[in-house]
């Protein structure tokens, strides 16, 4: 079974930055799309941004274009969301999955931004 574990959040004050990480199992890392979604307390899990199998193509919501940026490392099976700028909104467990996404979904990270 394919298992993404991600890495790297925390807490932070508003306007800071943290960098996600998270490694595939899948031994087609490296021909998959991938994606970065996020669910705060209480709401849906939304889709926060994704990247093609090479990293030529990235795709943002709204409410993070400009201050957050995906990328990969398909030597490392790795995709990272770096986000900076961060607001009290952007509090939520983050998740990667494969995109289209699998039917089930790892652990996650949680952010937490607050002063």
């Known amino acids: 079974q394919v298992q993404f574990v991600e890495s790297g959040g925390g807490l932070v004050e508003p306007g800071g930055s943290l960098r996600l990480s998270c490694v595939g199992s899948s031994m087609s890392f490296s021909f998959t799309s991938m994606r970065w979604d996020r669910q705060a307390p209480g709401k849906e899990r939304e889709q926060v941004a994704t990247?093609?199998?090479?990293?030529?193509?990235?795709t943002y919501a709204d409410s993070v274009k400009g201050r957050f940026t995906i990328s990969r490392d398909n030597a490392k099976k790795t995709v990272y969301l770096q986000m900076n700028s961060l607001k009290p909104e952007d509090t939520a467990v983050y998740y990667c999955?494969?995109?289209?996404?699998?039917?089930?979904w790892g652990r996650g990270t949680q952010v937490t931004v607050s002063s």
């Open positions: 990247i093609s199998w090479a990293g030529e193509t990235t």
């Open positions: 999955n494969q995109n289209p996404p699998l039917s089930y």
